[in-house]
């Protein structure tokens, strides 16, 4: 029922703010009305109470809001608030010089609220301007000026945080979204306060030369035009004029008021009265010595007593109930902390399971390097990683998991190591405070600290920064070293790639390609290939470094296959020959020619004569010696045509490919071996040897 109640209440507010823009333009209109156009005094007496009105709900809000941000309109709504308080300033001082008559609610306020005495009223009026002007506005000014200047140079700070955040895991994608839109809602929103602080100190200046104005218009058109005396017209014009100033300049204080709390809030999880009630009253001997001292006072000689004894009263009731409450606290924080520390003893296994998990992937660093870590250093490690795992989403089609970043004591200085499943798959070291300089042979040498580049594994040398312009005109490449370790976890995740990705992963892929392509995911089920099986193909595939970002012909292929096959190896040969184009595109010219060797045709057929099934598998059954020849001589004719080509295909048949790959993949890792099927239509084949056991090559 309160359910029902609640909806309801929603949609008449729903209702009622959707004609918002309506009101607000009405609003504006009247302001320009009531500038221009002479209204009656009843108008005016209502346009004043409804000043007064919004002021007051101004400040109200203001109080019980958390954060400046669920009032981000402040600024705007402030200008409003002002606009129509001078135009209710022009209006009134039209009424009292035209008919020295202004309304009920100034009149009032001019023989009520200062006793019809003109100095009690100017005086007043002065005390209010001066505090509003020099006290509240002057201060909230500045506070505005320096949360301004503070917010937009924490931003790139923050900004980082964020993406360190995002980077470790701590925070989804949609989290980041969101504190990034709310760090940049806040610079705007103390900008537009700082601009705004000045209505307010513009407002008060304004009120005193209109009253100033009024007083001396009154005593000119009262004396000279209808005839009064001057005493007459100095009281009669300056009680309305009076009144007209207090009127306006109450809301004025108000909302300056108002604009200084918001300046000044903090960021809370309560309301501003919650936070001065919880904050003021915590410490019980502040107020037991405050109600001692005032209890001292009241016994001098000369000093009223009564307010001082009820003053002492009061902070001795609140010491006494702080004391109890805190009391209470203490005790039940004692009674959680020894039922926490029994059910650590009745249940250690909990403390412990946070140690079971494995991060899949992870950086561990020297000391020396760990400044090269530091989510706060703009162009760092963590920001560099970020974009890595977006440029590797668009080569190989995989996304990779967050990449843990922690110091290790036990590694060198400078060393680092790479981490998958919490295991180490390779290291290197860095100098944080020089460049690495790659050359190749011929050029100049120069001084540095010699060194191999850990990607690659090609001699450099460490130079010191004085000396990078010297290597550069050297004709050397120059790294800085957080580039160093980037390039080394990119080629490392790259050639690991098979072992990172999980079935989890698998799943977002047909997940995600389902969104483009429904009718192919719906055919895909595990009546047809289960997640394993796919897993299997995608590792097989990125084991040689094959992009999976064409994840639709890659199911496509599975779907058509696997009526004839489940065996993962098999099913990875139908895929790469439907991806025969993006294969072809990593190794051709740009004259669309692939450089190859292949095998002599009577090798080829004593390696096909060593194939035997073995069930539902074909096995490469090789003397050991006769198959360390073969690997030789693919190595020879390698290295005799790398002069002419560096990215050299093995070519063989499609029976052969998969047994030649797994033959040489421990002493030539990055050959990369083709079957004639996986040549593209349109792709011309450059033969630059023959692989052969005798000694023509």
């Known amino acids: 029922m309160a359910e029902n109640e609640m909806n309801v209440h929603g949609d008449q507010m729903k209702s009622l703010f959707r004609h918002s823009e ?33 002021s007051l709900l101004v400040l109200l809000v203001t109080l019980h809001v958390k954060r400046a941000l669920e009032i981000s309109a402040y600024p705007s709504l402030l200008l409003f608030l002002t606009l129509f308080r001078l135009a209710l300033n022009v209006a009134s001082t039209r009424l009292i010089l035209m008919h020295a008559d202004a309304g009920q609610v100034i009149e009032t306020f001019g ?32 506070v505005s000026e320096v ?5 937009l140079d924490a931003m790139p700070g923050k900004q980082m945080s964020i993406d360190a955040d995002l980077n470790s895991g701590a925070i989804t994608e949609a989290e980041a979204r969101r504190r990034r839109t709310e760090i940049a809602q806040e610079a705007e929103f103390y900008g537009s306060m700082d601009g705004a602080s000045k209505f307010v100190s513009g407002d008060a200046i304004a009120g005193i030369v209109i009253t100033l104005i009024n007083i001396a218009g009154g005593i000119v058109i009262g004396g000279m035009m209808q005839g009064m005396n001057i005493t007459d017209a100095l009281s009669t014009y300056t009680i309305l004029t009076v009144g007209d100033g207090l009127v306006t300049q109450i809301p004025s204080l108000i909302n300056a008021t108002s604009a200084a709390l918001l300046i000044t809030k903090a960021s809370s999880k309560n309301s501003l009265a919650q936070d001065l009630s919880s904050q003021l009253f915590t410490a019980p001997k502040a107020l037991g010595f405050a109600a001692g001292i005032l209890l001292v006072f009241g016994l ?30 203490d005790s039940v924080e004692k009674t959680e902390e020894i039922a926490e520390k029994t059910k650590q003893l009745s249940e250690p296994e ?15 660093v020297g000391y020396k390097l760990v400044p090269m870590v530091d989510p706060k250093k703009v162009g760092g490690v963590l920001s560099r990683i970020n974009s890595l795992r977006k440029q590797l989403a668009r080569d190989i089609g995989i996304i990779i998991p967050p990449i843990r970043l922690r110091d290790n004591l036990q590694l060198t200085p400078n060393g680092y190591s790479i981490k998958i499943k919490g295991q180490t798959v390779d290291k290197g070291e860095l100098m944080p405070d020089s460049y690495l300089a790659l050359g190749e042979e011929g050029v100049k040498p120069i001084e540095g600290i010699a060194t191999t580049d850990p990607a690659y594994g090609l001699p450099g040398k460490w130079v010191t920064e004085a000396k990078k312009e010297a290597a550069e005109a050297a004709g050397y490449t120059v790294i800085d070293p957080t580039s160093v370790l980037v390039t080394h976890l990119t080629e490392t995740i790259k050639t690991y790639a098979h072992e990172i990705i999980t079935r989890e992963d698998i799943q ?3 997940d995600t390609t389902k969104k483009d392509s429904p009718t192919l995911v719906n055919e895909f089920t595990p009546n047809v290939l289960t997640l ?79 194939i035997h099934e073995m069930g539902n598998k074909s096995v490469l059954a090789l003397e ?74």
Do not use: W
């Not at 309506?22 to 209502?46: E, Q, R």
């Not at 065996?567 to 692939?594: F, H, M």
């Open 111 to 142: 023989n009520f609220v200062v006793g019809g005495n003109v100095v009690i009223g100017l005086v007043i009026f002065i005390i209010l301007t001066v505090i509003q002007f020099i006290v509240i506005t002057k201060g909230a000014t500045r």
């Open 300 to 329: 001098i000689p000369g000093l009223p007593k009564i307010p001082f004894f009820l003053m002492s009263a009061f902070f001795t009731i609140i010491f006494l109930m702080t004391r109890k409450s805190l009391t209470r606290v």
């Open 147 to 151: 949360a301004a200047r503070f917010t």
């Open 22 to 54: 309506f009101i607000l333009a009405a609003g504006v209109l009247v302001i320009l009305v009531v500038l221009v156009v002479p209204l009656p005094t009843f108008l005016i007496d209502v346009f004043i109470t409804v000043n007064i009105s919004l």
């Open 624 to 697: 050991p010696n006769y198959a360390q020849k073969i690997v030789e001589a693919v190595t020879e004719t390698i290295r005799k045509v790398y002069a002419s080509s560096n990215s050299t295909v093995l070519l063989t048949s499609s029976v052969l490919r998969n047994h030649i790959r797994k033959l040489t993949e421990t002493a030539l890792p990055y050959l990369p071996v083709l079957s004639y099927k996986e040549i593209a239509p349109g792709v011309q084949i450059e033969s630059l040897g023959i692989v052969s056991l005798t000694n023509e090559n």
């Open 508 to 510: 977002k892929l047909v």
């Open 350 to 364: 909990d403390e412990y399971e946070s140690l079971l998990q494995v991060d899949r992937m992870g950086i561990e």
């Open 532 to 610: 394993g099986v796919v897993q299997e193909v995608v590792r097989n595939l990125l084991r040689e470094r094959i992009s999976v970002k064409d994840f639709v012909t890659i199911l496509e292929t599975l779907i058509d296959y696997a009526p004839v096959t489940k065996d993962p190896e098999a099913l990875t040969e139908y895929v790469r020959q439907r991806l025969c184009r993006t294969l072809c595109g990593q190794y051709q010219s740009e004259s669309n020619k692939i450089s190859t060797i292949s095998f002599e045709p009577e090798l080829e057929q004593e390696i096909m004569r060593s």
